[in-house]
């Protein structure tokens, strides 16, 4: 079993930053990838980042491409999103999900999330 929290969460100005992270405990003995994902009040869950194991490896939604950046240290297993000139429109909870494998696609899949942490962005 492992268990993921997110912390970071909170309010924030349109154009503003934050920094959410996410720590794996647990059986975490294994290469994983790591994402993120978030849910807005009736919208779908929506993908917003994911890294590879190595960390070489990452993949940024459309909607936040060139505003969010995911990064990783595997020795505290904590995965990071930096967040920039954040819009109103990014106001959603954000959830971390670890992968199956150390890779991100080729069939590697979500088997654990977090609860989640609300970013609300005001205008």
């Known amino acids: 079993q492992v268990r993921m929290v997110e912390t970071g969460g909170g309010l924030v100005q349109a154009g503003g930053s934050l920094t959410l992270s996410c720590a794996a405990s647990g059986r975490t003995d294994r290469r994983y990838a790591m994402g993120w994902f978030r849910q807005s009040p009736g919208k779908e869950r929506e993908f917003v980042a994911a890294?590879?194991?190595?960390?070489?490896?990452?993949r940024i939604g459309d909607a936040v491409k060139g505003r969010f950046t995911m990064s990783r240290d595997n020795a505290k297993n904590t995965v990071y999103l930096q967040m920039n000139r954040l819009k109103p429109e990014d106001t959603a909870v954000y959830y971390c999900?670890?992968?199956?494998?150390?890779?991100?696609?080729?069939?590697?899949?979500?088997?654990?999330w977090g609860k989640g942490t609300l970013v609300t962005v005001s205008s």
């Open positions: 999900t670890k992968f199956s494998l150390g890779i991100f696609y080729s069939g590697s899949y979500t088997e654990y």
């Open positions: 890294i590879g194991w190595s960390g070489a490896s990452t």
